[in-house]
């Protein structure tokens, strides 16, 4: 019998709060297991949570929080209507990257919300989440905005991280682009199964190495 998904997140939720797989649940953070639609057709992955993310419990409540909501809104979509999460479920101290052991050690959760939520879409917001899943993309300019399926079936559109347009403001413009195309992705998405990319598509423009997919399940 399946296992219907909100149900499936909130076990997911309470297994991230016990969790210390890795140092960064071992601290003083809170888990921020991600938060929407268990029915969304569009599930936003990004970095890590934050200072206000953390104090929050929730993802994406601080400066690039509001940003995303306004880009959400671009798109035609609320919260309500897709799933927020990121590759890291417990705050870096200092804000710091997320390091390859913590990466590795909270993968299972992400793979688990996917499989419970059944996206047709994943948004990545910046280069640690779209290495999930194409770990040899070198550079965001050539890949962001595009459709890249999977041969699990499903779309992976890259993007900037919302926090770097807060530091950078031309890229304001090229998330709102990008954010403007997610419905046209989505229905594409939703109307013909996925084709698996293969090494010769994805040889991108100005990508020295092909994005090598990597299998989800
Ligand atoms: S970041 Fe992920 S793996 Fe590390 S303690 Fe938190 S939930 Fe566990």
Redesign the pocket.
Same mark, same amino acid.
């Given at each position: 019998m399946e296992v219907d998904p909100g149900t499936a997140l909130r076990e997911i939720d309470s297994q991230?709060a016990r969790?210390?797989?890795? /140092?960064?649940?071992?601290g003083g %953070?809170h888990?921020v297991p991600g938060s929407g639609n268990p029915h969304a057709s569009i599930m936003f992955v990004g970095e890590a949570p934050g200072f206000y993310e953390d104090q929050a419990g929730l993802p994406f409540v601080g400066p690039a929080g509001k940003l995303l909501d306004g880009l959400l809104e671009v798109a035609g979509l609320s919260r309500k209507d897709v799933f927020i999460t990121n590759v890291? /479920?417990?705050r870096p101290p200092a804000n710091r990257d997320p390091e390859p052991d913590?990466l590795e %050690?909270?993968d299972d959760?992400l793979r688990a919300q996917i499989a419970a939520i059944k996206p047709q879409v994943i948004v990545t917001l910046g280069r640690f989440s779209l290495s999930k899943f194409f770990p040899n993309v070198r550079a965001m300019r050539d890949v962001h905005g595009r459709a890249l399926p999977t041969s699990d079936g499903l779309t992976i559109c890259a993007m900037y991280h919302p926090a770097a347009a807060l530091h950078q403001n031309s890229l304001r413009a090229v998330l709102e682009q990008d954010f403007r195309a997610l419905p046209m992705i989505l229905a594409r998405a939703q109307s013909q199964p996925a084709t698996p990319v293969t090494v010769a598509q994805a040889a991108l423009p100005g990508v020295e190495t092909p994005p090598e997919q990597m299998s989800l399940f």
């Open positions: 991230i969790c210390k797989r890795c /140092k960064l649940g071992m %953070a888990p890291v /479920k417990h913590e %050690a909270c959760f």
